[in-house]
């Protein structure tokens, strides 16, 4: 499978990287950015999560660095909600992993640190997929 993607496509993305991984290792394909009638922002708008798997009731969210570490640039910005956008993702993530499991669905974190020291991951699909697999695994997904 090729990992490489036309430059600055959304496919060029980590997060796309990681998610055509785990559909590699699933043997299944993501219902991606995929949105559920149940999980909503603070404007009612429904919240995507970055990867479904409808068969085994499972999300997984690829968290980049926005989602541990402050990026003022993006972050000072108000939302309509009236807090910052970093204050916004913080309690998103969490609505995300709270709500969800409240409806039978599973919850998988795959962190941008599991693949190295870098905010970018170098993209070695071999060791990749190895943190992958650790990560499925310790949250009983693989056996």
């Not at 009612?44 to 990026?71: C, K, R």
């Not at 991951?121 to 943190?131: E, F, V």
């Amino acid at each position: 499978m090729a990992y490489e993607a036309k430059q600055g496509s959304r496919h060029n993305s980590d997060e796309y990287y990681v998610i055509n991984l785990c559909d590699e290792i699933l043997g299944l394909k993501a219902s991606r950015q995929h949105r559920f009638d149940f999980l909503r922002g603070d404007s009612g708008t429904t919240l995507p999560v970055d990867a479904y798997y409808p068969s085994l009731n499972l999300v997984i969210e690829y968290y980049e660095s926005q989602h541990s570490e402050s990026t003022p640039f993006f972050d000072k910005r108000q939302t309509v909600s009236g807090v910052s956008r970093g204050e916004q993702r913080r309690i998103y993530d969490l609505r995300r992993r709270e709500v969800l499991p409240e409806h039978g669905i599973k919850v998988v974190i795959i962190p941008y640190t599991a693949f190295g020291p870098t905010k970018k991951i170098l993209r070695n699909p071999q060791s990749d997929k190895l943190a992958i697999v650790r990560i499925l695994k310790e949250n009983g997904i693989l056996v």
